[in-house]
């Protein structure tokens, strides 16, 4: 293990439907085996797994942090109609990390409306509902399906910096980070250049995560069978 410490804040089970393959005993034993002294785990859209989380890593002494990969509706929840730059998007992925107690309830919250009210193909929030329960999270700006990675993808910095602007107020500067990824998919290091430029000039504070959906290398052809 690297002497630098790293917990994956980013990180699918099997609770992420017809996405995720790693169930939570098996990530939780292959996170204490490397030594890692926490683990978050981020299903898409909701927090079925956030029970059996606490309970497991309780028992094998890892911090648990529970956490919800979101799926942002690019105008109002209520709405249908498609968004972002192409205009096409249905959701847009954010990554929430509750704090504390206060966090953890709004991700309950959240995860609820986004059923009740939000639903359109995926469990959608909004920003409206998003700034309204904000105390006690962690937001990461997210993976390369979200509205700042469209931003980035299309050249559209200044809209890019404003979203991070919005970010900041919301969650206070001291939640917020910009999340990068680069598992050597071409994609990652588009939106990671993009994102590391951003944050120098606005001194925003980065995070490196995985999106880590199955255990190991050798599990990588059975998740594409998951996945078709």
Known sequence: MSSLPFVHLH???HYSLLDGASKIPDLIERTRALGMPA??????GNLYGSVELLREAKAAGILPIVGLEAYVAPGKRTER???GVSGHEHSFHLTLLARDAAGFRNLI?????????????KPRIDKEILERHAQGLICLSGCASAEFSDYILNGRTAEAEGLCA?????????NFFVEIQDNGVGIQKECALGAIDIAQRMGLPLVATSDAHYLTRD??????VLLC
Do not use: I, M, P
Request: aromatic residues 18%.
């Open 109 to 121: 919250r959240l995860s609820s409306l986004s059923f009740l009210e939000g639903f359109y193909y």
């Open 166 to 174: 919005w970010y900041q107020k919301v969650f206070g500067e001291e």
């Open 39 to 44: 683990l978050a785990l981020t299903d898409h």
């Open 219 to 224: 599990d990588a052809a059975a998740h594409d």
């Open 11 to 13: 990180c699918h089970s």
């Open 81 to 83: 109609s498609g968004g």
